[in-house]
């Protein structure tokens, strides 16, 4: 499961719509503010956060 996947909500449809619109703007920004602090690529930040391992420190640092 990616990062940004929707965990389960109970409302209304227009509260859900707004939890919707705020997911999909993190999951835009997300990378783009990574890219602009690390010097990755798009490339090289989409497989980072749809990669489903978890790091230790040392791994992330290799």
């Not at 920004?29 to 749809?50: K, N, V």
Request: net charge neutral; with cysteine.
């Amino acid at each position: 499961m990616s990062s940004c996947s929707p965990t389960r909500r109970r409302g209304q449809a227009s509260e859900l719509a707004l939890h919707v619109g705020r997911l999909v703007r993190i999951c835009v920004r997300s990378p783009e503010i990574l890219m602009r602090h690390t010097g990755r690529t798009s490339e090289q930040m989409t497989a980072d956060l749809e990669c489903e391992a978890a790091l230790d420190p040392q791994q992330a640092a290799e």
